[in-house]
């Protein structure tokens, strides 16, 4: 019988993306390991607000996003499905400049999930992208 | 002189089209209508309206949504250049003064820092392009400005929304926690209605 292996590395680049969101922040990962996590000082680190708001979906995400920043998202036709959690972003001077918004009418354990898990796609999926594209440029 | 009358309407047309989607962009339906009825008069606008009609109608989801709306513009950008002359807001940094002048408008700023918001205002020094709170923090330490923990936070938070207000994006994204209601029995066999929530990553895709 043999064992895969193959859970190791997406764990792997996930502790490595935890170490690095700590070091962004300036925070000592190991001082902070019995405590609370600091979630948002790590969210800090980036060029992220959070914003709480009640009953969230699509709908309300635009409304809200549209008069802080004047622009408009594009929703989808679900538009009124709820929502635990939604992060936009834009890139703006290099940097992906974004707003994650979580559900306040949740409790606090989910609503700092809710962040948290925004955060990983920050992290995970968005800052690659502008890795790669900030790479393309400079070998351009 | 009549190439020249050529050259102004092509140019007209190209600065029409450039409205018509900020019009779309920002719901702007007054600014839709001019355009459309400019197009009346002009079947070439009418043609590239068309075009980009069919765009946004293949929208049906926000990957593309965003993806398509990039698309026609990184089109409009690259074959329509001279609308687009000067129009390069993603390119002019956010400076410490334009922040101050937001939350003043907003009215965001504490009474008891007031005195400081005032102080910044007109200041031309940029931002720093992070905007994390550390640097958001030595920025108030370089400014040598006195306020509260919450006019910083503030600061900071307004500073992020002006720079996504000011990006005509290359690239938005977008990522979405949908809950689903899940209907469970429990031992006793009644009905209970308890919200699960489900990963719905929904990408924007590069723009």
């Known amino acids: ?140 | 002189m009549q190439q020249q009358n050529n050259n102004k309407a092509i140019l007209l047309r190209e600065r029409l089209i450039h409205c018509y989607i900020q019009a779309l962009d920002q719901g702007d339906m007054e600014g839709v209508a001019s355009v459309l009825e400019a197009a009346l008069n002009d079947p070439e606008l009418d043609r590239l309206i068309s075009e980009i009609n069919l765009a946004y109608q293949e929208e049906e989801q926000l990957i593309s949504t965003a993806a398509d709306a990039t698309f026609v513009r990184d089109l409009l950008r690259k074959h329509f250049v001279s609308a687009f002359v000067g129009d390069t807001p993603d390119k002019v940094p956010l400076t410490v003064g334009d922040v101050a002048a937001r939350l003043k408008s907003d009215r965001r700023v504490p009474a008891v820092d007031s005195e400081a918001n005032q102080r910044l205002l007109g200041n031309a020094i940029p931002l720093p392009a992070s905007l994390s709170i550390n640097a958001v923090k030595k920025l108030a330490a370089d400014l040598g400005v006195k306020a509260s923990e919450y006019f910083w936070r503030v600061f900071r938070d307004t500073a992020i929304t002006l720079g996504m207000g000011r990006s005509h994006s290359q690239a938005q994204w977008a990522a979405a926690r949908e809950e689903q209601e899940a209907r469970n029995k429990d031992r006793d066999g009644r009905n209970q209605i308890i919200q699960a929530s489900t990963t719905d990553s929904e990408q924007a895709g590069e723009k």
């Open chain 1, 1 to 140: 019988m043999t064992t895969s292996t193959s859970w190791k590395e997406p764990i792997a680049e996930m502790l490595a993306a935890v170490r690095r969101v700590y070091e962004e922040a300036g925070l000592d990962q190991n001082a902070t390991k019995s405590e609370i996590v600091p979630l948002y000082d790590l969210i800090g680190a980036y060029p992220i607000r959070v914003a709480e708001l009640q009953d969230l979906t699509y709908q309300i995400a635009d409304d809200f996003l549209r008069v802080e920043t004047g622009q408009r998202i594009p929703i989808p036709a679900r538009k009124n499905k709820p929502l635990a959690g939604y992060l936009y972003v834009y890139e703006f001077a290099t940097q992906f400049y974004g707003c994650i918004l979580v559900k306040a009418n949740d409790m606090i354990q989910r609503r700092r999930f809710s962040a948290a898990h925004e955060l990983g796609h920050y992290v995970l999926h968005f800052m690659p992208v502008l890795e790669r594209e900030k790479h393309r440029s400079s070998s351009k």
